[in-house]
T-cell receptor, first 113, second 114 residues
Framework: AQSVTQLGSHVSVSEGALVLLRCNYS??????LFWYVQYPNQGLQLLLK??????LVKGINGFEAEFKKSETSFHLTKPSAHMSDAAEYFC???????????FGEGTQLTVNP | GAGVSQSPSNKVTEKGKDVELRCDPI?????LYWYRQSLGQGLEFLIY????????KSGLPSDRFSAERTGGSVSTLTIQRTQQEDSAVYLC????????????FGPGTRLTVL
């Protein structure tokens, strides 16, 4: 069974600082990879996804992630944090022949002024 | 365009009562998913529909949980004889139905069982 590990349930950065949210997955075959963001009392919104092709994926709101097969990682980064980035972030995987998403435990990002 | 909608947004019920949660997917999306988000368990898959069929219902936690989809559109998740551990946010998502497609999520229904 696939699993997703997000290192750090809480991450705190200063406004303007680099954001790095870590995600590692376990799968015998590289799956499809997703990052979602959830603002308070809202559903999940897709930030970006990797399916095939270029391993550096750019998403909305200035976020990007790089798929590294050798490290089974898909870390999310943003060069400069904004206050509006404060939210919970979920990494998810999906088997290439599957349907369900398997989520990590989530990382709560706090941005300090 | 319209996104995934869910109703009610909040539901408070008493232990032992039955509840129905509704999901309206994005028009044209053949795949529909139910997930549950709770403090202790994180985000868990419940069931997947392709059209009106449910090829994967392996995430339903007990036989008190059931779901149906009609007309390839609206889906209802029913929880019978609710228990306090059923308290969670129930999220619905829809997609075009192939593995690379994005799943678009609704705002969720917050269920509280007293």
């Amino acid at each position: 069974a696939q699993s997703v590990t997000q290192l750090g349930s809480h991450v705190s950065v200063s406004e303007g600082a680099l954001v790095l949210l870590r995600c590692n997955y376990s799968s015998s075959v590289p799956p499809y990879l997703f990052w979602y963001v959830q603002y308070p009392n809202q559903g999940l919104q897709l930030l970006l996804k990797y399916t095939t092709g270029a391993t550096l994926v750019k998403g909305i709101n200035g976020f990007e992630a790089e798929f590294k097969k050798s490290e089974t990682s898909f870390h999310l980064t943003k060069p400069s944090a904004h206050m509006s980035d404060a939210a919970e972030y979920f990494c998810a995987v999906r088997e290439t022949s599957g349907s369900r998403l398997t989520f990590g435990e989530g990382t709560q990002l706090t941005v300090n002024p | 365009g319209a996104g995934v909608s869910q109703s009610p947004s909040n539901k408070v019920t008493e232990k032992g009562k039955d509840v129905e949660l509704r999901c309206d997917p994005i028009s044209g999306h053949t795949a529909l998913y139910w997930y549950r988000q709770s403090l202790g368990q994180g985000l868990e898959f419940l069931i997947y529909f392709q059209g009106n069929s449910a090829p994967d219902k392996s995430g339903l936690p007990s036989d008190r949980f059931s779901a149906e989809r009609t007309g390839g559109s609206v889906s209802t998740l029913t929880i019978q004889r609710t228990q306090q551990e059923d308290s969670a946010v129930y999220l619905c998502a829809s997609s075009l139905g192939v593995p690379t497609d994005t799943q678009y999520f609704g705002p969720g229904t917050r269920l509280t069982v007293l």
